[in-house]
């Protein structure tokens, strides 16, 4: 058990930076494998101290003791990385100390730092790491690591010589994650920031340590927390940094400021500016155009399917600032800034008014204005007055403009009077309907003979589409008769109809199939077993929600997410080779309320079968409390997939 002298000690040893004489004490009394059971790692203290310039420009210092605690452990840990990026940061690996277990303490050799071309996929912006390698390693070595930065965390448009200095110059912000992957014991960060310029901060889920001390100039801002477990992650649940402890730090005065500058930035670097081109190209698209909301969505869908999405570094204008439209339209390639960016040339070409937005997909965004932003969006004011967000990255044989998928999302627009941070609205759950409706007759052999049709709307299209959008057309019979493969191994389609995959905004998706499945059900004298074939999690790549464990827990301590909210729909008519009884099976005809809901119908009335389900689910993101009604309206759902029905035949 970790003695409290100890924290302190660390506490203490980390204000003081006296480390060197101490470590070997710290190792051998920090605990063992048996004090962290199933843990690899042990963090003793992980210290980070920044200075800010007055121009913004930043020095951080970390100084990390880490401790194996397995083999797994060992191996994993027989280099050390640290990615950055050299457009806004400059990394120092400054000195690595293996302490044996043994008592050998070994300094490594710096001369053989590796700086090196990180991994990349879709976007090769020059991210590069810099590596050095421990070595082999034993359960109770430790290694400590010294590290130096210089600049700040994303890549944005800076001239050469001041390109580690913030873009909004003169500030400086921080997001800093306090929690871990491993047992830590002890967290510190701190920084100076020159006394007149105005900090805010904020501390999410948890408490901290925390002082203010000013001292030459500069007020030091520290935060230390102490005996940090491995945080504990549920399935589905939203982002960790939405719950798990961290801190907020910024010295921008709110998000207006930060909305003005985002503007600006923009318009100075001319980013939207128009070609004669862009002008043939916005004129073409729009030639049959009726209405304000056939040109948005022309422009839209057009930026969307035609900037391929593949980052490569083009120079100045990464990061915040958006390439021009003369480059994305010559390239016809980019990333959410780019097909933002398109998309904003092209609508003011068309005389709209539209500015870019800046969003977090995946996470939340806190208010304290510190840069959590991961991606770019498009704005476009309307008649009525309303700004309206497009976003052509998310959209591609999409029949939205803004995917639902990003509803309860935060984001700030940049606009020329500035703006506040907002949240995307959710979409009703009949904007992403699901539905399939089917007929089929059961002979007396067991073949279902039979046909259905499915059709769906908005995010639920777009699942279905992706079979056909995502595949060569070679493929697309094969996909839609690997659905029905899923549920009837044996099944044989006599025909099928799934029209014009890529006409997606024409009209939703519709997909006609004609089957005959042999052996589908017992059938003897006296009783009929099968389930009906609509009901079958037929097509479940339209419905996320029936992915999720609902079996555990049966609670949940933090909030989780769907892919979208959505209606389902299913219906089928059997007709029977007899008729008879049905055996009534357990499930809840009615439950629910506004967030989720189930309504379920099985009846037999002569030799005809109906069963029916509707289910409702009204968010993307759902709160911990919504978990109960959520999980039983799932359960109900898989129990009409997985129940047989039971026919007692009339004799």
Known sequence: MIKKVLLLGISLFIFQAAFSNSIPDLIKNSGCSADYPNQNLLVIFDSTSVDMQESGLSFYHTHTLYKILSTKGAKDFNVFKYGFDPLSAYVDIEKVTVYRKNGEIEELDMSQVYDYPAPARMIYWGAREKMIEIGRLEPGDAIEVFLFKKGYTYALLQDDDDKYIPPMRGHFYDIVPF???????????????????LVQYRFYNGTVESSAVLKDGKMKYTFINKDIMPFERESRMVALSDVAPKLLISTSPDWYAK?????????????????????????????????EMDSISLLTHWAADEIRYSGISMGPGEGYTLHSGEMNF?????????????????????????????????????????????????????????????????????????SSAEQQQNYLMGLPKGADLMETPISAPENHFFRIKGNSELLSDGTLNGEFTLTAEGQSDAAIRRMFTSNYKSEWETSVEEELLQVAPQAEIISMDFGQPYAYLEDHIRIKVKYSIPDYAIVTDEVIIFTPLVVANLFKRGMSHLYFDTDKPET???????????????????????????????????????????????????NSLNVSEKVVLGKRVYEAEDWEMFRKVVQNQQKFAETPLIIELNN
């Not at 003005?260 to 002008?279: A, C, H, K, M, R």
């Not at 932003?373 to 704005?379: A, D, G, R």
């Not at 506004?594 to 037999?604: K, N, P, Q, V």
Request: include cysteine.
């Open 179 to 197: 929690w871990s992957s491993d047992p830590m014991l002890c967290k510190y960060y701190s920084v100076a920031i020159p006394e007149e310029k």
């Open 259 to 291: 909305s003005l500058w985002f503007y600006g930035v923009n318009e100075d670097y001319g980013s939207f500016e128009s070609t004669p081109e862009i002008d043939k190209k916005v004129a073409e698209i729009l030639a049959d155009a009726q209405t």
């Open 330 to 402: 010559t390239d016809r390639c980019g990333v959410c800034k780019d097909k933002a960016g398109m998309l904003i040339t092209m609508l003011r070409a068309a005389g709209f008014e539209s500015y870019p937005a800046m969003t977090m997909a995946g996470s939340r965004i806190d208010y304290i204005p510190a840069d959590q932003f991961n991606h770019s969006v498009t704005i476009v004011k309307l008649k009525d007055g309303t700004y309206k967000l497009l976003d052509p990255t998310w959209v591609p044989f999409l029949r939205e403009l803004w």
């Open 556 to 606: 949940r301590k933090y909030a989780f997410r769907d892919r979208c909210s959505r209606l389902v729909e299913l219906d089928e008519t059997i007709k029977l080779p007899g008729k008879g009884t049905l055996v009534a099976f357990d499930y809840d005809k009615n439950v629910g309320n506004e967030t989720a809901s189930f309504t379920g119908d099985i009846s037999l009335e002569g």
